[in-house]
């Protein structure tokens, strides 16, 4: 077994020497190499343009508040702006970044942010032992074996499938769930009875999923060189796997490699939307965060390949003390064990290139809000853990830019609440330029989609690309459209993340527990009971501007349309007929939908698996 080597940054830096490699692998990785000081530049010109971006607009704004003279609400207002800068302005200068890669390095984009990609060029053998692991809740058993059974045997069809075993880590709780688990397993075992196949089910469920992954590891101390965590929704291809392997072997100063997820055919037209614009901005916006963050990068929890021992040594979670929703048991885990991993000395990288590592997306809108909120609940618990001792400033920025993410969201209704209530305050905008206000809106509006256009002109630029979409007019109008939606569900994905960021207040937290992955469509009573707040919130908002400024209403349009309608959204986006159409026209298809993929063998598409 291969013992893990810990590497001083610095000197591999300079010298990028690692024992085993070929000459020509250490020379093509040194020379794509940065220094420390130019990495250091890097996010100095990050933080510069950064903190001129929010200054001009966060200028701006107070400017356009100021005219009237400045009142409690006024404040109030920036400051509550304020705070959805940084997201903002990170997503566009990141996306940026990534645009500028991707036409200046093309193919080798990634290996320009990931130089350890050049010490391997896939024909190297495998070494190690693997562990693939799928934590499972209360999911359905079957969709979640056919995943993990047809990596298994794309691995098989490999000479190396011998280096791999595969766990079922159960913490399900519903008696019936887990007797279909352990059928399910034992009928794979008949099938594959050469493979290490083994199922765990916990009686203490402590710790939900990280809990879950530490408690295996305690059991199997010393056996692995790495694991590979799986979600139950995950779908990786053989390739993919390999890879990782490939360039862990041959880069001991990484603890963890991260690779890019993007979403599965899906037969929902919300789902197809979602991921079709999920999928350039997460292209452009994590090539562009790689070239910066470096040694720093994300771990998103799952299609992630992690160093056995390093990551049993230092990053077993700890239990936040007190009472209420932000204490006990972290429920979102992954960067926070990206953070502890490098205060160990372990470089955290990621693979910024679409590939065979998928999942599958929220089937609707009110799924995917659940989805959200648990995920805040878990990102907001974070705020107790930034002082941490001994964590990188990179890792303390990942987790700010975590917490950012889900404070964004209700400082935005904040502002539009706080708006409203200035509205009565007539002398206030006495003066103020009308082309002023819609200015500012159309640049907010803008930054917020910024990482998607970059990502879109990605594809439209590369003529190979564009092809596998469908070509790019195609792109064009899915890309039109997808902007349309995102405009109508984000307000009402950020109006219930506001509803529950106040109720942590109250002590109202969310749970672990199994994920809605599939669905035909939304029913009118569940959008009803699930999205009542918004449209309650959208009719009041409405007709109050209405009625004492009625000039309002041309700023508030697009989030007024959005919460007053949010049920019928809801569900006319998870519409059959509307769904069919999209599938049979090719509207949001993404290269999957239309037979684009390394290994198709590997990737059942969402309607199979259903």
């Keep these: 077994m291969n013992n893990p080597v810990k590497f001083d940054p610095e000197v591999l830096a300079a010298s990028d020497v690692v024992p085993g490699l070929s000459a020509a692998a250490r020379t093509a990785s040194s020379v794509l190499a940065p220094s420390r000081a130019t990495i250091a530049r890097r996010r100095t010109l ?16 107070a400017v356009f508040l100021s005219y009237g003279g ?8 920036l400051a509550a702006y304020a705070i959805t ?3 903002l302005s990170i997503g566009l200068w990141n996306s940026v970044i990534g645009l500028t890669l991707s036409l200046k390095h093309g193919d080798r984009a990634a290996v320009s942010v990931t130089p350890a990609l050049a010490r391997v060029d896939g024909t190297e053998a495998i070494q190690s032992r693997v562990a693939i692991v799928m934590p499972l809740r209360n999911e359905d058993p079957d969709a979640s074996l056919a995943r993990i059974r047809g990596l298994q045997d794309a691995l098989t069809a490999t000479p190396y499938g011998h280096h791999f075993t595969y766990h079922i880590l159960s913490d399900t709780d519903i008696e019936a769930v887990a007797l279909k688990e352990e059928a399910g397993v034992a009928a794979w075992r008949r099938t594959r009875p050469e493979t290490e196949i083994h199922y765990r089910r916990r009686e203490d469920n402590s710790g939900y999923k990280a809990g879950n992954i530490a408690a295996f590891l305690d059991d199997h101390v010393g056996q692995y060189d790495f694991f590979l965590p799986l979600d139950a929704d995950s779908v990786m291809g053989a390739p993919s796997v390999l890879r990782l392997i490939q360039v862990m072997e041959a880069s001991p100063e990484i603890g963890m490699l991260q690779s890019l997820v993007t979403g ?16 350039h901005g997460m292209r452009s916006y994590t090539l562009g965060s790689a070239w910066w963050q470096a040694d720093c990068g994300p771990n998103w929890g799952h299609n992630v390949l992690i160093r056995t021992k390093a990551f049993h040594e230092h990053c077993m979670l700890p239990v936040l003390p007190g009472k209420g929703p932000l204490s006990g048991y972290i429920l979102s885990h992954d960067q926070l064990e990206a953070a ?13 290139e679409e590939s ?61 609440a706080l708006g409203s209530l ?21 640049v907010v509006l803008l930054l917020n989609l910024m990482p998607k256009f970059m990502g879109l002109a990605q594809v439209l630029l590369s003529r190979k690309m564009s092809a596998s979409y469908g070509g790019r007019m195609r792109v064009v109008i899915s890309g039109f459209v997808e902007t349309v939606v995102s405009m109508l569900t984000a307000p009402i994905v950020a109006f219930g993340l506001t509803v529950f960021v106040i109720g942590l207040f109250f002590n109202r937290r969310v749970g672990w527990d199994a ?11 569940e959008a009803a009971r699930v999205l009542w707040p918004q449209t309650l919130a959208g009719v009041v908002m409405t007709g109050w501007l209405a009625y004492w400024v009625p000039m309002a209403l041309i700023f508030g349009a697009p989030m007024l349309l959005a919460l007053s309608f949010a049920i019928p959204i809801a569900v006319i986006t998870t519409s059959p007929a509307l769904s069919r159409f999209s599938i049979s026209t090719g509207l949001f298809d993404i290269p999957e939908d239309r037979g684009n993929v390394t290994s198709a063998s590997s990737m059942p598409r969402a309607l199979d698996v259903a």
Aim: glycine content about 6%; charged content about 15%; cysteine-free.
């Design 46 to 61: 990050v933080l510069v343009l950064n903190v001129a971006t929010i200054g001009v607009l966060f200028g701006a704004m």
């Design 515 to 525: 994920q809605q992955r599939d669905r035909a469509y939304l029913t009118w009573s």
């Design 85 to 87: 800068l940084p997201w």
């Design 264 to 279: 599965l055919p899906s037969r929902t037209l919300f789902t197809r939307a979602f991921q079709f614009g999920m999928r």
């Design 70 to 77: 400045l009142i409690i609400t006024d404040i109030a207002m």
């Design 422 to 442: 200035l509205v009565l305050q007539t002398n206030q905008f006495v003066g103020a330029p009308l082309w002023m206000g819609l200015s500012l809106f159309a």
């Design 356 to 416: 065979d590592s998928h999942e599958e997306n929220p089937p609707s809108l009110a799924d995917f809000i659940r989805r959200e909120l648990r995920w805040a609940n878990g990102n907001m618990q974070y705020l107790r853990l930034l002082n941490m001792p001994g964590l990188k400033t990179m890792s303390r920025i990942q987790l700010f830019l975590a917490i950012q993410m889900y404070a964004a969201a209700p400082a935005w209704m904040a502002f539009v």
């Design 340 to 352: 502890l991993i490098r205060r160990a000395g372990y470089e955290v990288r990621v693979l910024a």
